[in-house]
């Protein structure tokens, strides 16, 4: 099992960077996804470009401040939280990650691959906000 928390700020206010995030309609600023797949109120599929497809369950909902879900697919299984605060003139956002890889001989990676994907994921974020 691999956990990765990361706190970042943005320049603007927490109901733009909840409404970001949380927007499953609307994720085409996402650089790693082709499109997501909302089910219903509670569950979503997230597909990259190459075509892989990651299922999402959301465990908590509380507008503007915490969202979480568990999240699943071939190769791994884990929980992503955010924490969304206003603060300094802006918003402040934890996410904390945490994937166990299913297959023995990945686990080695998955810290790494998370890094990464977080990186990505709240890069992507940024650029979106600063439009």
């Known amino acids: 099992m691999a956990t990765s928390k990361v706190t970042v700020h943005f320049p603007c206010p927490v109901e733009r ?30 597909h990259t470009q190459s075509g892989y497809a990651t299922h999402f369950t959301v465990t908590a909902c509380e507008p503007f401040r915490y969202w979480a879900f568990t999240m699943e697919n071939s190769n791994m299984s884990g929980f992503w939280e955010g924490i969304f605060e206003a603060a ?7 996410c904390t990650e945490t994937v166990t890889g299913k297959h023995w001989w990945m686990r080695p990676f998955v810290p790494g691959y998370l890094r990464r994907q977080q990186k990505r994921y709240l890069d992507d974020l940024r650029k979106e906000l600063l439009k």
């Open 88 to 94: 300094e003139g802006g918003t402040r956002l934890q």
């Open 17 to 46: 960077v909840w409404q970001t995030v949380t927007d499953l309609s609307h994720t085409v600023w996402r650089s790693d996804l082709a499109r997501v797949d909302v089910l219903d109120e509670t569950h979503f599929v997230e």
